[in-house]
T-cell receptor, first 110, second 113 residues
Framework: TQLLEQSPQFLSIQEGENLTVYCNSS?????LQWYRQEPGEGPVLLVT?????EVKKLKRLTFQFGDARKDSSLHITAAQPGDTGLYLC??????????FGTGTRLKVLA | EAGVAQSPRYKIIEKRQSVAFWCNPI?????LYWYQQILGQGPKLLIQ????????DSQLPKDRFSAERLKGVDSTLKIQPAKLEDSAVYLC???????????FGAGSRLTVL
């Protein structure tokens, strides 16, 4: 069974601070996605990484896929209250099958 | 383009009753997913359809859950009989076959009393 563990589980920080969320597995994935979910809504795709070692930047968010394609990280620079939400990683394999991680709940205080 | 539509948004039932959720994916999206998300956790894949065929239903509790996607468009997920532990948000997502892009609906929140 493929599992994706995220850490930390909860994170509460002040506006302007930096943070990193980790997504780890013992399984290899063909792609890795990051989503953000707000209360009462479905997850929204932020980024997809497909190559081991790949780094993608989306404004203040930096995503990295591990060289062995088993892990990933999300780094947020100068967090803002609008970044508050549940961050989910999802590993892709086979026929577009996506397994989601355990989630990291982020709260950014103004 | 219209998003993924789900209904109902909220449902409260007694244990042992039945419930059905409906999903209409984005037009042209061949792949449709049903996920179960328990409060505070990541979504768990229940079933994946490619057009009207099942690709993966390994984590669907088949003694009580069933899903169908007749005509390869909209889909229905049914629970009968419901248990307390079925209380969760049921998320539907769809994806085109040519891209790794899942678009989710807002979900259907089920409370089993």
């Amino acid at each position: 069974t493929q599992l994706l563990e995220q850490s930390p589980q909860f994170l509460s920080i002040q506006e302007g601070e930096n943070l990193t969320v980790y997504c780890n597995s013992s399984s290899v994935f063909s792609s890795l996605q990051w989503y953000r979910q707000e209360p009462g809504e479905g997850p929204v795709l932020l980024v997809t990484v497909v190559t081991g070692g790949e780094v993608k930047k989306l404004k203040r968010l930096t995503f990295q896929f591990g060289d062995a394609r088993k892990d990933s990280s999300l780094h947020i620079t100068a967090a803002q209250p609008g970044d508050t939400g549940l961050y989910l990683c999802a590993g892709g394999s086979g026929t577009y099958k996506y397994i989601f991680g355990t989630g990291t709940r982020l709260k950014v205080l103004a | 383009e219209a998003g993924v539509a789900q209904s109902p948004r909220y449902k409260i039932i007694e244990k042992r009753q039945s419930v059905a959720f409906w999903c209409n994916p984005i037009s042209g999206h061949a792949t449709l997913y049903w996920y179960q998300q328990i409060l505070g956790q990541g979504p768990k894949l229940l079933i994946q359809f490619q057009n009207n065929g099942v690709v993966d239903d390994s984590q669907l509790p088949k003694d009580r859950f069933s899903a169908e996607r007749l005509k390869g468009v909209d889909s229905t997920l049914k629970i009968q009989p419901a248990k307390l532990e079925d209380s969760a948000v049921y998320l539907c997502a769809s994806s085109p076959t040519w891209a790794n892009v899942l678009t989710f609906g807002a979900g259907s929140r089920l409370t089993v009393l």
